[in-house]
Each structure stands twice: as C-alpha cells, then as structure tokens.
C-alpha cells in the first residue's frame, strides 16, 4: 500500500504541477492578451487624436485661408472705393469750373448788356436835351 500511496502522491504531485503550469499558462496569455487590447485601444485613441488633431489643422488653415481672402477683397473693394471718390473728387472740380467759367460769361454778358442799357439811356437822353433845348430855342424865338 505503501507503494500506492506514493504512486498516488506521485500522481497528485505530477496533477499538481500540470494544474500549476497551466494556470500559469493561462495566465501569461491573459496577461498578453490584457497588454494587446490596452496596446490596441491606445493605438486607437492616438489614431482618433491625431484625426481630430489633423481636422482641426484643417479648420484653422480653412479659416486663415478665407480672413486672407476676405482680407484681399476688403483691400479691392477700398482701393475701389477709393478711385470712385477721387472720381467723383475730379468730377466735381471738373463742374465747378465748368460753372465758373458760365458764371463769368453770364457776368460778362450781364455787364455788357448794362454797359449797352446805360449807353441807349444815355443817347436818349442826350437826344431829349437836344430836343428840350432846341424846343427852348425855339420858344425864346418866338
């Protein structure tokens, strides 16, 4: 019996070490297998932060390309505006002598036709001394 105990412990033994080496086993893979997924979620969460990191590059560089363009309409739409008011600016000198000069002629004319009024009322008067004076003459001859 004593034989059969020690196979038996023996057995026990051999069944303990295999039941040992396998939950190690199991273990290790467990543990690999935890280390793959944390490995592999991580990889993922780099990946999703990279994709946002790279959108948001993309956002930026969006928005800086339209306030340049924005920016290069804005200095069109001045320099526009600013040759319409020199335009404009011409324009109006342009009317302002234009009316000067009418006003001098008009001026002009205003003086000359005065100068000719002056000038008939004056030959009329003239020609009622004359009368008056020759009518005068005429009165004291009589």
């Known amino acids: 019996?004593?034989?059969v105990t020690e196979k038996a412990k023996d057995k026990a033994q051999e069944v303990k070490e295999t039941v040992q080496a396998k939950a190690s086993e199991y273990t290790e893979k467990a543990k690999d297998k935890a280390q793959e997924?944390?490995?592999t979620v991580q990889a993922k969460a780099q990946d999703v932060k990279e994709a946002v990191q790279d959108k948001a590059q993309d956002l930026k560089e969006a928005a800086q390309d339209k306030a340049v363009e924005l920016k290069a309409k804005a200095a069109v739409y001045t320099e526009a505006a600013k040759d319409k008011a020199a335009e404009l600016a011409d324009t109006a000198k342009t009317k302002a002598v234009e009316y000067t000069e009418i006003a001098k002629d008009k001026a002009i004319d205003l003086k000359d036709a005065?100068?000719?009024k002056a000038s008939d009322l004056a030959d009329t008067a003239k020609a009622k001394a004359?009368?008056?004076?020759?009518?005068?003459a005429d009165k004291a001859v009589e």
């Open 130 to 136: 004359i009368d008056l004076k020759d009518a005068a």
């Open 114 to 116: 005065a100068a000719a």
């Open 37 to 39: 997924v944390k490995e």
């Open 1 to 3: 019996t004593s034989e």
